[in-house]
């Protein structure tokens, strides 16, 4: 077992130094073979996806060649403008970039009209390249209790989803951690985000659940995912500590969270989003194997 692991890192380390993250599909595949690191057949359980920010080093179109090459479905947090990139690899966006930041979201009411407006433009934008899913946020407490600013979320959440309604996409708000990236943001509990969706009383909003960010946060991963599963439209990994690979450097057990994932008959996307250390499609590929379950 330790030989094999080794002769994967060389091999990794071989991918380097080829540069394949220039390369076109083809010659990445190539690449993979002379590495020693053949894609093989998925098992059909996990959409798969992945997240663009964490790989900044590559372009749209050099991610997209990877994940289509690695037999992923989806690669997320884009823009309109960015889709047609997707179209050509046959893959789609199951997280779309929506309007506004994590700062500032929907826990202010003096930030609704911008958010409203926006979402109401770029829903339908969404639901014309067929793809699912688009993200909000709850915005920083700045002082504010839990009570206050799930019902100011809830005011301004409401008058956005006859339109996701009639579009058929879910808006999606995503759990992130204040203690150590975001701090002072609200939707910092799967608990409190589980009132918010029970609030807001739409199958077209649902939760983000960041794996990464709710084990710095609650931990009890896998109990909370099988406990409040229905509230979950999306999930997203990360490795901690650090926010890097999801491999035996960190403190989460990716295949037994996934198998759980799966359990509860999640039919949406999980998607990769930590910020590689060594080579970043390398580090993809096996990650996409180790959530494959």
Known sequence: MKTQKFSRRTALKSLTATGMAAAASS????????ADIKPVKLKGNVNHSVCKWCYSDLTLEELAQAA??????SVELLNPDQFAVLKKYDLVCAMANGP????????RIENHATLIEGFKRMIPQVAEAGFPNIICFSGN?????????????????????????QNKITVCMELLNSKVNHKDYQCDHTEWGVELVKAV????????Y????????????????????????HYHTGGNPGRNEIDETQELNYPAICKAIVETGFKGHIAQEFIPKRHPL????????????
Do not use: W
């Not at 289509?68 to 479905?73: A, I, K, L, R, V």
């Open 141 to 165: 407490r700045e002082g504010l209790d839990d009570e206050q600013g799930i019902e100011n979320c809830a005011i301004g959440l409401k008058q956005i989803m006859k339109v996701a309604e």
């Open 201 to 208: 009383g739409s199958e077209r909003f649902k939760l983000l």
């Open 282 to 293: 390398g580090s993809l590929y096996e990650a996409v194997r180790t959530c494959d379950v």
């Open 210 to 233: 960041d794996i990464y960010h709710m084990q710095i946060m609650e931990g009890d991963v896998i109990r909370n995912i099988r406990t409040y599963h229905e509230y979950i439209g």
């Open 68 to 73: 289509s090459q690695f037999g992923m479905q």
């Open 100 to 107: 506004g930041g994590i700062p500032k979201g929907f826990n």
């Open 27 to 34: 010659n990445i595949a190539r690449q993979l073979e002379a």
